[in-house]
Nanobody, 129 residues
Framework: QVHLREIGGGSVQVGGSLTLSCAASKYPHDHTVIGWFRQVPGTAREGVASLYIGGLSPVYIASVQGRFTISQDNAKNTTYLQMNDLKPEDTAMYYC??????????????????????WGQGTQVTVSA
């Protein structure tokens, strides 16, 4: 069974940094993509970044490009989201998810919720002024 566990959330001031980790019990697919999503209560979940564990350039949404970096340590089945220059609008519950490599990543270059089939429980990130 596949389990994903996020750690590393917390509270930080504007301009600060946090690193989230997503530890997978195993990768569910031969070609797995790990994605980071975030959600503010009352709004839809938003895909933030994704990474194919076998390589290729990661995908980021425009609002985090240049501030967030997704990376991996395959030996540990762990994916990281380094978040720098945090802003109040980055405040959300952050989830990691695992899915199969597909057109969303390779062609559309989007982080689409429907492309992911395993989810963690989430970790809260709060950015205050």
């Amino acid at each position: 069974q596949v389990h994903l566990r996020e750690i590393g959330g917390g509270s930080v001031q504007v301009g600060g940094s946090l690193t989230l980790s997503c530890a997978a019990s195993k990768y569910p697919h031969d070609h797995t993509v790990i994605g980071w999503f975030r959600q503010v209560p009352g709004t839809a979940r938003e895909g933030v970044a994704s990474l194919y564990i076998g390589g290729l350039s990661p995908v980021y949404i425009a609002s985090v490009q240049g501030r967030f970096t997704i990376s991996q340590d395959n030996a540990k089945n762990t994916t990281y989201l380094q978040m720098n220059d945090l802003k109040p609008e980055d405040t959300a519950m952050y989830y990691c998810a695992a899915g199969r490599l597909g057109l969303g990543f390779m062609v559309d270059r989007v982080v689409r919720e429907a492309d992911f089939d395993y989810w963690g429980q989430g970790t809260q990130v709060t950015v205050s002024a």
